[in-house]
């Protein structure tokens, strides 16, 4: 059994956002030009196997960067609500670069492989 790719999720959901579309990256552009943009991050580490040794269980946790111009809040919301419904966690932290905000939001859950359920960490 493969562990569910948490990254392709991910990127289908962020783009299936109309203000973010085209504008997603797995790594950090070599330039912030257009906004808004979304920059997400993974990182999993197995919860149970069973006696085959097939991951059963996956904890994930990813981060969500989102540049905006202005105030972020209505798209940051928007993340936030789409990937909670899922039933993921999340944490958010928030600046501002010189007129670029700035909202990192972390996301946290364990996916049932076989199920393709979400449970709050």
């Known amino acids: 059994m493969k ?3 948490v990254k392709t999720l991910i990127y289908q959901t962020l783009d299936s ?10 790594r950090y ?3 912030l030009t257009t906004y808004p943009l979304a920059v997400y991050s993974t990182s999993h580490v197995t919860v149970q196997r069973n006696a085959d040794q097939e ?4 904890s994930w946790s990813f981060t969500v960067d989102l540049f ?7 798209l940051e919301d928007k993340i936030i609500d789409t990937f909670s419904q899922m039933g993921f966690t999340y944490s958010a932290v928030d600046q501002d ?13 364990v996916v049932d492989n076989k199920m ?5 960490k």
């Open 55 to 58: 991951e059963l269980l996956t």
């Open 97 to 109: 670069l010189n007129g670029v905000s700035r909202v990192a939001i972390t996301f946290y859950g």
């Open 29 to 31: 552009p070599e330039e």
């Open 68 to 74: 905006c111009e202005g105030s972020p809040q209505e």
């Open 17 to 26: 956002i109309p203000e973010l579309e085209g504008n997603i990256y797995p």
């Open 3 to 5: 562990i569910f790719d």
């Open 116 to 120: 393709k359920h979400v449970y709050q």
